[in-house]
């Protein structure tokens, strides 16, 4: 791989959502500093919406590793398709009831309250994230709101963070879910990355891989793949991988716009931008044309012609 040829230590531009590479690009980090103002504040429904690939399991990932520096019980809940039941066994496990599996009903939710009361009493608070929250079905959101009652004369026992993609607004617009959606005291939607965000973003995951060179991607290459990419995250890490193993191909050591043409064009359902498109198919004329000129020189000098 590219890896050695770079000087780099790992590959900067993975899909699993690894904090280490979570950067203070401004829709991220004012998404973090919300959310940490909301927990703080005691606020019960917190939510976060953003379309696929704008970094939301990044994001919650690193809420939750900001939050084990905090006096807090985290419960983390990553595939939100279950039962109502189901949703209570997860949640009483994840917040230390180790028999869980064995209460039913009554006993799981008069556990779940003495487990809540006893982390306040221990003076930390508790917090139920739960990620892909779109998928959650009707009945299973109904039953997490009747959990969130649970609170005593001057506090809720936990608060929910609820990250998902924009059918969660969908959701939650339903009239039978209007109970929910007005104990919502926050949210957020992740934009997509500017132009000038995706060649900072490029900079600094390489950076913080290893790399130690000048600017690895030339300007011309980093706008192109920020609007090849539209600015959403995860297309901005497939192009910059594929773009560096064309590099690497080449021998090459920094990202030129050639590099993201060929990055794009094995890329589904992203399209070389305009501009790019006609100066590929002047290139080829070009080409074309020069060839053409030389077989017609070499046919006048053999006197062919």
């Known amino acids: 791989m590219y890896i050695d040829h770079f000087g780099m230590r790992e590959l900067p531009f993975t899909l699993t959502p690894n904090t280490h590479f979570f950067l203070q690009l401004p829709t991220h980090q004012e998404a973090l500093n919300l959310l940490l103002v909301a927990l703080g504040s005691g606020d019960g429904f917190i939510k ?7 970094g939301k399991t990044m994001l919650c990932r690193t809420l939750l590793n900001t939050l084990e520096e905090e006096p807090c019980v985290t419960a983390y809940i990553p595939n939100p398709y279950l039962s109502p039941e189901a949703l209570r066994h997860n949640f009483a496990l994840e917040i230390g009831i180790d028999n869980a599996l064995e209460l039913k009903d009554f006993e799981l939710a008069n556990q779940i309250n003495l487990r809540l009361v006893e982390i306040a009493k221990d003076g930390k608070y508790t ?37 998902g993609q924009p059918e969660l607004d969908q959701l939650l617009g339903r009239a039978s879910l209007r109970q929910l959606l007005q104990r919502i005291t ?21 950076r913080r891989a290893g790399y130690e060179g000048l600017s690895l991607f030339s300007p011309p290459a980093a706008q192109f793949i920020a609007k090849a990419s539209k600015g959403v995250p995860r297309l901005v ?69």
Do not use: W
Request: with cysteine.
């Open 127 to 163: 917090v139920l994230i739960v990620d892909e929250a779109q998928a959650m079905p009707e009945e299973t959101i109904e039953a997490l709101r009747l959990l969130t009652n649970l609170e005593t004369e001057s506090e809720k026992l936990f608060q929910v963070v609820l990250f």
């Open 48 to 54: 976060v919406v953003g379309e696929v690939g704008t």
């Open 237 to 305: 890490n497939i192009l910059a991988h594929k773009s560096l193993m064309s590099a690497y191909g080449l021998g090459d050591s920094v990202i030129k716009k050639q590099h993201v043409i060929r990055a794009i064009e094995d890329t589904e359902g992203v399209d070389v931008p305009a501009m790019a498109g006609v100066l590929k198919f002047l290139l080829g004329s070009a080409i074309l044309a020069g060839s053409a000129c030389g077989l017609l020189y070499l046919a006048v000098m053999r006197g062919l012609i």
């Open 186 to 206: 926050f949210s957020y939607h992740l934009q997509t990355l500017s132009i000038e965000a995706v060649s900072s973003y490029l900079e600094q995951r390489a």
